[in-house]
Structures are given as C-alpha cells and as structure tokens.
C-alpha cells in the first residue's frame, strides 16, 4: 500500500529535549516536504527536499533540521523545542513537486507538545 | 504573491443538503494546479482531487464534483446530498511552481447534521 509513515503520532516532551519525528515513504518519491498546522495559521510548509542531499527551507524553517541521506526518508529533527513549536506536523511526499503531476501523499500527522 | 481564499470559515447543513465549498486562487504563474484535501475529526489529510492549469473540465466523482474557472480564478467543490461522513475540514490548496509548495487556504469546517 501506496503511504508516507510518521511516527511517533503523539509526542509530549520538555523544553530544550533533542527529539526527532521521522518520515518514510515507500512510493519512490523524489520530493519531500515538512508542514506545521497551527489554529489561524493553517498549513504552513517548515523545509522540503527535491531528492536526496538536496534540502530548502520552507516559510517556517526556524527551530528546525531536516536531512535527506536517502530517498525514502525524511526525518524531522527538533534540536531544542520550545512551547511555540507545539504543534500538529505533517511529512508529505510527492513524485516531483517541480512538475506536481501526482498527488502529494500526506502523512497521519503528529501531534507535539512542548512543554 | 499567490494567495488561497476560503471565505467560508464554517458551514452547517442538514444531511441530504447539497453545498459547496469556494475556492479563490491568486497567481501570476501560468501552469500550476490546484487540489482539495479533506480533514476529519481524526486528524490526517485525505487527498481528493488534484488539477492543472490548462485542464477547466470539471470533475465529478460520486457525490463530489469540481468547478475551475480559470476566469474567475475559483475552483469550487460541491458535495451532494451531503452525508454526516462528510462532516471535516476541506482545504484547497495551490502549488508553488518552482519549490513545489503547497499554499493552503484556511480551510472550511463542514458540519453535516443528521
């Protein structure tokens, strides 16, 4: 089955605590994205990645890391979170996100909390 | 700037009620596509229906069905004879060209009421 897997689903951590959420898909996708949802600021994109070792920053990207060391995967890396970083995440992933001729496939989300 | 417009904040029909969901798009690129997702009470995003730029054919699919006018710069979706399935949060979203970007509106809490 044709998905992108985040894991965890829900995270409550402390302030300043390392964590990272991954991301995978198994359909072969060249682009990658981040996306935070925040009440009355709907879906905003964090970084997004054209394929592998080739990374950009988003409109949100700060407080954030990503890497793409494989096509499959794309981990989302909180060095230390704040309170302002809680949040709903979501990983998407689509063919080419240049050409967009597929659609993005989005994850289950993760819900973060930061306390 | 390339900007989504989703004037209606909330919505609440009675099921078997038709409705539609409007979508006003703002761009300057030529080619780009357009797409609604769907947001449950559970949380994920489900993908409905993606369009490009050059295709205004609209698109029926079950109860739900798609109007893109370029013209006006809409891209309207109509849910008939709703159901209390369909009660979510409907996005439309527009793609950046060159970064791949999805540039949402504020999305449009249906409520179907039995």
């Known amino acids: 089955e044709a998905q992108v897997t985040q894991n965890p689903r829900y995270l409550i951590t402390v302030t300043g605590k390392k964590l990272t959420v991954t991301c995978s898909q198994n359909m072969n996708h060249e682009y990658m994205s981040w996306y935070r949802q925040d009440p009355g600021l709907g879906l905003r994109q964090i970084y997004y990645?054209?394929?592998?070792?080739?990374?950009d920053k988003g409109d949100v990207p700060e407080g954030y890391k990503v890497s793409r060391k494989e096509k499959r995967n794309f981990p989302l890396i909180l060095e230390s979170p704040s309170p302002n970083q809680t949040s709903l995440y979501f990983c998407?992933?689509?063919?080419?996100?240049?050409?967009?001729?597929?659609?993005?496939?989005f994850g289950q989300g993760t819900r973060l909390t930061v306390v | 700037a390339q900007k989504v417009t989703q004037a209606q904040t909330e919505i609440s029909v009675v099921e078997k009620e038709d409705v539609t969901l409007d979508c006003v798009y703002e761009?300057?690129?030529?080619?780009?596509?357009l797409f609604w997702y769907k947001q449950p009470p559970s949380g994920e995003l489900v993908f409905l229906i993606r369009r490009n730029s050059f295709d205004e054919q609209n698109e029926i699919s079950g109860r739900y069905s798609w109007n893109f006018q370029k013209s006006t710069s809409s891209f309207n979706f109509t849910i008939t004879a709703s159901q209390v399935v369909d009660s979510a949060v409907y996005f439309c979203?527009?793609?950046?060209?060159?970064?791949?970007?999805?540039?949402f509106g504020q999305g449009t809490t249906l409520q179907v009421k039995p």
């Open positions: 761009t300057r690129d030529t080619t780009y596509y």
């Open positions: 990645s054209m394929n592998v070792e080739a990374t």
């Open positions: 998407a992933s689509s063919f080419s996100g240049v050409r967009m001729n597929t659609e993005a496939f």
């Open positions: 979203a527009l793609s950046e060209p060159n970064t791949g970007k999805l540039i």
